[in-house]
């Protein structure tokens, strides 16, 4: 059974970089036929889709944060990454990450991981 | 960008009750639409994909209808654990969720 699990620190201070791993564990990151995603939710509010990455490294990221957003792979850890740069408040949220099947269909998703922004 | 929309933004219901949401897109997204039940806590739970197709595993009380711009999901009836928040979400270009809907106990 696929699983993801995000890791990272909980607490970030404002104009700084949260950086967040997602672990992929029972199948392979290098599938021809997934990209990975990440998603956040803020507290309270709605999911909001911040980017994806193919095995290859190819990517594509949520116009509205794109300028702050760097998404890599490391097919030798079975790892994606999220790096979020210059963070205020507005960035604080549960951070998913998850697989996109087919045509961006989100079947699996890791637990989440609440980040705050905060001095 | 696709601007999604979701109605009603809440809605209380009973046990047996048959449910329908609406979720509609800014421009046409064909059939490239997802639907997720989300608990809270929890991640969103993949229900209904392209539309109509009901994911593996998920109950046959779950549908969903739709193409273009408006789009539907049904609960034929419903059950006390489907008591959560659903989303729409479109992938025709890049992917973008609705606000959701909470249905509650009436």
């Known amino acids: 059974q696929l699983q993801l699990q995000e890791s990272g620190p909980g607490l970030v201070k404002p104009s700084e970089t949260l950086s967040l791993t997602c672990t992929v564990s029972?199948?392979?990151?290098?599938?021809?036929?997934?990209?990975w995603g990440w998603i956040r939710q803020p507290p309270g509010k709605g999911l909001e889709w911040i980017g994806s990455?193919?095995?290859?490294?190819?990517?594509y990221y949520n116009p509205s944060l794109k300028s702050r957003v760097t998404i890599s792979v490391d097919t030798s850890k079975n790892q994606f990454s999220l790096k979020l740069s210059s963070v205020t408040a507005a960035d604080t949220a549960v951070y998913y990450c998850?697989?996109?099947?087919?045509?961006?269909?989100?079947?699996?998703w890791g637990q989440g991981t609440l980040v705050t922004v905060s001095s | 960008d696709i601007q999604m929309t979701q109605s009603p933004s809440t809605l209380s219901a009973s046990v047996g009750d048959r449910v329908t949401i609406t979720c509609r897109a800014s421009?046409?997204?064909?059939?490239?639409l997802a639907w997720y039940q989300q608990k809270p806590g929890k991640a969103p739970k993949l229900l209904i994909y392209?539309?109509?197709s009901l994911e593996s595993g998920v109950p046959s009380r779950f549908s969903g209808s739709g193409s273009g711009t408006e789009f539907t999901l049904t609960i034929s009836s419903l059950q006390p654990d489907d008591f959560a928040t659903y989303y729409c979400?479109?992938?025709?270009?890049?992917?973008?969720f609705g606000p959701g809907t909470k249905v509650d106990i009436k």
């Open positions: 029972g199948g392979s990151i290098s599938s021809s036929s997934y990209y």
């Open positions: 421009q046409s997204i064909s059939s490239w």
């Open positions: 979400q479109q992938y025709n270009s890049f992917l973008t």
């Open positions: 990455i193919y095995y290859s490294g190819s990517t």
């Open positions: 392209k539309a109509s």
């Open positions: 998850a697989r996109l099947g087919p045509a961006g269909t989100l079947a699996y």
